[in-house]
């Protein structure tokens, strides 16, 4: 499901069985599974996405068992789950995308909204489409993230297309098919040297231009 190199070479791929850390020199294998045991393995083995933040922790992010950080230093889990009963915790336990900004912050695309991870205080600020609010997220279901060279936040919802997201504001601009997008799901974001967002759609490859907002597909 996800595959990253790490800042010494090693590759880590999330499978359905659980993580692997491939060591490309010898060809050797660690492999980590979920043993029920909060903060000591993971805490599922489906492995949908995978990050090395700036301090080279590993973020995996599973499907049903929450946020989970690999401690590159001790080796040791933390696992973050949705509590129903406590607004600053994960808003789902299904990970889709994780994203570091240019301030440290991560950004978590899950199954029930988009979540802002404070890493130092271990708390989330959760962003969920409100159909009566139109600067709210187009919808819930979050799977790309992208931040452009000038800062701002581009978002990829599995239904709702894409979205241009203002952390000043905390509002969101959206583009869907009415406005040229090819399909309203987008499995990838990236931008190129020349002003424009490539994103991965149900029907095809679609470029925008982030100055004319005009896509080709």
């Known amino acids: 499901w996800a595959i990253i190199e790490d ?20 060809g050797s294998f660690v492999k980590y599974i979920a043993k029920n045991k909060q903060g000591k393995s993971i805490s599922n083995n489906t492995i949908i996405s995978l990050f090395e933040d700036r301090h080279h922790n590993i973020w995996i992010g599973t499907a049903g068992g929450g946020l989970d950080k690999l401690d590159f230093k001790t080796n040791i889990f933390t696992n973050f789950k949705n509590d129903s009963n406590d607004p600053e915790s994960i808003s789902s336990n299904i990970i889709y995308k994780i994203f570091e900004d240019r301030e440290g912050f ?47 936040l581009w978002l990829g919802t ?3 297309g894409l979205n241009k997201f ?11 098919e009415e406005e040229g997008l090819p399909n309203n799901v987008v499995y990838g974001i990236l931008e190129d040297n020349n002003n424009n967002l490539w994103l991965s759609t149900n029907r095809g490859l679609s470029k925008f231009n982030m100055t004319t907002e005009l896509f080709k597909n």
Do not use: A
């Open 158 to 160: 599995y239904g709702g």
């Open 7 to 26: 800042h010494i070479g090693n590759i880590w791929l999330g499978t359905s069985m659980g993580l692997n850390k491939l060591d490309p020199r010898n």
């Open 106 to 152: 991560l950004w978590i695309g899950t199954m029930n909204g988009l979540n802002k991870f404070d890493t130092e205080v271990n708390t989330f600020i959760h962003y969920h489409n409100d159909p009566k609010n139109p600067s709210s997220i187009s919808h819930n279901v979050v799977v790309s993230i992208c931040e452009d060279k000038n800062g701002t």
């Open 166 to 176: 203002n952390k000043v504001k905390e509002t969101f601009i959206h583009f869907r």
